[in-house]
Nanobody
Framework: QLQASGGGLVQAGGSLRLSCTASGSIFSINIMGWYRQAPGKQCELVADITSGIYTNYADSVKGRFTISRDNAKNTAYLQMNSLKPEDTAVYYC???????????????WGQGTLVTVSS
């Protein structure tokens, strides 16, 4: 399972760091990432990172957000700086996990964590 934490209320221009830790039966983890869904909007990819630490960002967060991971801890982090009111959303972590040697990779989702940015 994936456990996300770190959301909260912050003023515009502030920072938050989200964490997402995978636990349970894990053989390997490929991609870890974050999606978000704002009220009335579609869910969108924020950022993701491969096991080889290649990263990908939505244009709207480039230069402000940084995704990283600690493979030894099965944890991904999303450092969010210069937050804007439009970053307000429920953020969901996800990971593609292989639970044992003989299995395929499958998508796993954590519970959402709310990020609210006040103006």
């Amino acid at each position: 399972q994936l456990q996300a934490s770190g959301g909260g209320l912050v003023q515009a221009g502030g920072s938050l760091r989200l964490s997402c830790t995978a636990s349970g039966s894990i053989f390997s983890i490929n991609i870890m990432g974050w999606y978000r869904q704002a009220p009335g909007k579609q869910c969108e990819l924020v950022a993701d990172i491969t096991s080889g630490i290649y990263t990908n960002y939505a244009d709207s967060v480039k230069g402000r957000f940084t995704i990283s991971r600690d493979n030894a801890k099965n944890t991904a982090y999303l450092q969010m700086n210069s937050l804007k009111p439009e970053d307000t959303a429920v953020y969901y972590c996800c990971a593609t996990i292989r639970v044992n040697y003989g299995s395929n990779f499958s998508n796993h989702w954590g519970q959402g964590t709310l990020v609210t940015v006040s103006s």
